[in-house]
C-alpha cells in the first residue's frame, strides 16, 4: 500500500504558489528593462540619491544577507541528524542540493562560458554590455547572478518550510531586496538577476519534485514538525 505523506500536497502547494510570484516579479523587471534597458536600469539604481547616501548599507545587506539562510538549513540538518528526525535532514539536504545544482553549477558554468563584464568593469560608457566569451576573469562573471540564484533557492525552501503567508511573503522581499543590492553596486544587470531567479526556480523545482517528494511519500510515515500539521 502507498503511504501519501501529509506534507506532500501541501509542499506542492506552495512551491507553484511561490515560483508564481517570482515569476511575476521578473515579469516586472523584463518590462522595466525593455522600457528603460539594462544599463540605464543599473544607472538609474545606482547614481540614485538613496543609494549613494546609504552605500554602505547596501554593501552590508549584499555581503551578509545570504547567511542567515545557510545557518537555518545547517541547523536543521544537525537537529535532524542528533535527533533522528528524518524531515528536517531531507529538507536541508534537498536545500543543499537545490543550490549545488542552481546557485553554483549552472550559475557558474554560465559566467565562465559567456563573459559578461559587471557593470562596474565594463569599459563602454553608460553601463553598456561587454560580453567576450569565455573567462576566468570574476570582473566578466556577470551573467548570471549568483546572488540572486542563491536568494531566491533560499526564499523558495524557507516558503516550504514556514506555512505563515505574511513570514513567506518577508522571504519574497527580501529576495527582491538583494537582488535589488546587486544592480545598486553596480555589480550586474537585471537581466543577469532575472536569469539567476530563473535557474534558482528551475532547481528547486528538479529537486523538489524529483528529488525530496518521492522520498516524503516513502513508508513509513514519519512526524512532521508541529506548525505543518492541519489543512
Not at 532575472?194 to 528538479?206: S, W
Request: charged content about 15%.
Amino acid at each position: 500500500m502507498t503511504f501519501q505523506h501529509p506534507v506532500f500536497p501541501f509542499l506542492v502547494r506552495r512551491l507553484g504558489r511561490v515560483s508564481v510570484a517570482f515569476l511575476a516579479l521578473m515579469a516586472l523587471g523584463l518590462g522595466a528593462i525593455i522600457v528603460f534597458g539594462d544599463g540605464e536600469l543599473v544607472t538609474r539604481v545606482h547614481f540614485s540619491i538613496w543609494v549613494q547616501r546609504n552605500y554602505e548599507l547596501v554593501r552590508v545587506v549584499t555581503d551578509y544577507g545570504l547567511y542567515p539562510f545557510y545557518a537555518v538549513f545547517l541547523g536543521m540538518f544537525v537537529y535532524g541528524v542528533f535527533r533522528s528526525d528524518p524531515w528536517f535532514k531531507l529538507m536541508a539536504q534537498a536545500y543543499g542540493i537545490a543550490q549545488l545544482v542552481g546557485s553554483i553549477a549552472l550559475v557558474r558554468i554560465l559566467k565562465m562560458a559567456v563573459g559578461r563584464a559587471r557593470p562596474d568593469a565594463t569599459p563602454l560608457p553608460g553601463f553598456e554590455s561587454q560580453w567576450i566569451g569565455f573567462t576566468w576573469d570574476p570582473k566578466f562573471h556577470s551573467f548570471p547572478s549568483g546572488h540572486t540564484a542563491d536568494i531566491v533557492t533560499s526564499a523558495v525552501f524557507m516558503a516550504l518550510v514556514v506555512r505563515a503567508p505574511w513570514a513567506v511573503a518577508l522571504f519574497l522581499v527580501w529576495a527582491l531586496l538583494l537582488a535589488f543590492t546587486r544592480l545598486a553596486l553596480a555589480k550586474h544587470y537585471p537581466t543577469d538577476a532575472i536569469v539567476g531567479a530563473a535557474l534558482a526556480l528551475a532547481a528547486c523545482y528538479i529537486v523538489v519534485r524529483g528529488w525530496l517528494n518521492p522520498r516524503l511519500e516513502r513508508p513509513p510515515p514519519f512526524p512532521v514538525p508541529r506548525w505543518w500539521q492541519g489543512g
